[in-house]
């Protein structure tokens, strides 16, 4: 098979690959509504998702929703989510974007990009996985992974995540990105690790212009 040449070929077939590659690919964070995958995303900056789903649980039995969390001790959840990077500052989020979705949206969790990026902690990355994952709304989440995998597959040379987000998006069909998103951030977790890449066993070495093995 020939090789893609342009960025968009390169995108598709990286679809092609890892969609084959990972076929089950889900989001790995726990949750059970849109509201606690909000939740979970949040707290997910600078943590992993390993140490997010431990904390979870016991955040979600004393605040099952928006309304509970809204009328929270900050103290309180400090306790429940501590062991967790800058916990301090995840508590007022967390609390301040239940408080905004009781406000403005009566407890739920909205639609629309702008909506959810008006609430507190809550960037584009955020609600592209809250859009793509809970809603099944189109969305394409630009992790750390699938910013760097895209640079090194050649499919663009934006730095900047809403950029890659934005040149990505017509490459990718609307309603696949979000398992597209998955697909690289768990090809970039397992293969194209950052420090010691597994070229010799990726699927997409043929191609990539970046891959450290003879073709």
Same mark, same amino acid.
Request: glycine fraction near 6%; charged fraction near 25%.
């Given at each position: 098979?020939?090789?893609?040449?342009?960025?968009?070929?390169?995108?598709?077939?990286?679809?092609?690959?890892?969609?084959?590659?990972?076929?089950?690919?889900?989001?790995?964070?726990?949750?059970?509504?849109?509201?606690?995958?909000?939740?979970?995303?949040?707290?997910?900056?600078?943590?992993?998702?390993?140490?997010?789903?431990?904390?979870?649980?016991?955040?979600?039995?004393?605040?099952?929703?928006?309304?509970?969390?809204?009328?929270?001790?900050?103290?309180?959840?400090?306790?429940?989510?501590?062991?967790?990077?800058?916990?301090?500052?995840?508590?007022?989020?967390?609390?301040?974007?239940?408080?905004?979705?009781? +406000? !403005?949206?009566?407890?739920? &969790?909205? /639609?629309?990009?702008?909506? $959810?990026?008006? =609430?507190? %902690?809550?960037?584009?990355? @955020?609600?592209?996985?809250?859009?793509?994952?809970?809603? +099944? !709304?189109?969305?394409?989440? &630009?992790? /750390?992974?699938?910013?760097? $995998?895209?640079? =090194?597959? %050649?499919?663009?040379?934006? @730095?900047?995540?809403?950029?890659?987000?934005?040149?990505?998006?017509?490459?990718?069909?609307?309603?696949?990105?979000?398992?597209?998103? $998955?697909?690289?951030?768990?090809?970039?977790?397992?293969?194209?690790?950052?420090?010691?890449?597994?070229?010799?066993?990726?699927?997409?070495?043929?191609?990539?212009?970046?891959?450290?093995?003879?073709?």
């Amino acid at each position: 098979m020939a090789r893609p040449r342009s960025p968009k070929g390169r995108a598709r077939r990286t679809h092609e690959r890892l969609s084959e590659e990972y076929p089950d690919a889900e989001c790995e964070l726990d949750h059970d509504s849109p509201f606690q995958l909000l939740i979970a995303t949040i707290l997910s900056a600078q943590a992993t998702d390993v140490g997010v789903n431990k904390v979870t649980p016991g955040l979600f039995a004393q605040y099952p929703d928006a309304y509970e969390l809204a009328a929270a001790e900050p103290a309180s959840v400090e306790q429940l989510i501590g062991s967790l990077g800058l916990f301090r500052n995840k508590t007022k989020s967390i609390i301040k974007c239940s408080q905004q979705l009781v +406000d !403005l949206h009566d407890g739920q &969790v909205p /639609t629309s990009m702008r909506d $959810l990026t008006a =609430l507190a %902690g809550v960037g584009r990355k @955020t609600a592209n996985v809250v859009r793509s994952v809970a809603l +099944d !709304l189109p969305g394409l989440p &630009v992790d /750390t992974h699938v910013l760097r $995998l895209s640079g =090194l597959l %050649g499919i663009t040379e934006e @730095t900047d995540p809403v950029k890659v987000e934005l040149e990505l998006n017509p490459m990718i069909p609307a309603s696949e990105r979000g398992l597209f998103s $998955l697909r690289m951030i768990l090809h970039g977790r397992r293969v194209c690790i950052a420090r010691r890449p597994r070229c010799d066993e990726c699927v997409l070495n043929d191609y990539c212009p970046s891959a450290s093995v003879s073709r």
